[in-house]
T-cell receptor
């Protein structure tokens, strides 16, 4: 079975600073990896996904993530945080069974 | 496309009552997923359908929960009888798990959720 672990339930950054959210996965077969964002009282929106093509994946809103097989990681970054990035972020993994297994989530707070 | 549509957005009911949550997936998608989100347990997959057929219901908590998908454009999640511990946000998501043209493969699109409160 596949799973993900998100390191840090809360991250606080200053506006303009680097955003780094950590995700490590466990999978016995090549995984699909995803990052979703959830704004308050809304559903989840896909930021980006890795599907075994390029290891550096670019998503929406300036986010990107790098798949590192040797480290079993898929960390999410954004060079410069904006106030609108305040939300909860979920890493997820799926394999051949198409089911998504989500991490516990990381809440991002952006300080002015 | 309007995206995944869920109704109602909010539901408040009393313990013991029947609750029915509804979902309309994105047109052309062939798979549908029901999730539950709570503070304690995070996001949990309850059940998913492929081509209207339930494939995996191992996440359904107990017999009080049931889900149906009578056609490609409609699904329900029913709780009977409801209990306070069922209070959560329930999400529906749809995706393509076949290689359709113009459909992102294995990408789940989520609805806005139904916030259920059982008193």
């Amino acid at each position: 079975a596949q799973s993900v672990t998100q390191l840090g339930s809360h991250v606080s950054v200053s506006e303009g600073a680097l955003v780094l959210l950590r995700c490590n996965y466990s999978s016995s077969v090549p995984p699909y990896l995803f990052w979703y964002v959830q704004y308050p009282n809304q559903g989840l929106q896909l930021l980006l996904k890795y599907t075994s093509a390029a290891t550096l994946v670019k998503g929406i809103n300036g986010f990107e993530a790098e798949f590192k097989k040797s480290e079993t990681s898929f960390h999410l970054t954004k060079p410069s945080a904006h106030m609108s990035d305040a939300a909860e972020y979920f890493c997820a993994v799926s394999t051949y069974d198409y089911k998504l297994s989500f991490g516990a989530g990381t809440t991002v707070t952006v300080r002015a | 496309d309007a995206g995944v549509i869920q109704s109602p957005r909010h539901e408040v009911t009393e313990m013991g009552q029947e609750v029915t949550l509804r979902c309309k997936p994105i047109s052309g998608h062939n798979s549908l997923f029901w999730y539950r989100q709570t503070m304690m347990r995070g996001l949990e997959l309850l059940i998913y359908f492929n081509n209207n057929v339930p494939i995996d219901d191992s996440g359904m908590p107990e017999d009080r929960f049931s889900a149906k998908m009578p056609n490609a454009s409609f699904s329900t999640l029913k709780i009977q009888p409801s209990e306070p511990r069922d209070s959560a946000v329930y999400f529906c998501a749809s995706s393509c798990i076949s290689q359709f043209i113009d459909c992102p493969y294995n990408e789940q699109f989520f609805g806005p959720g139904t916030r259920l409160t059982v008193l």
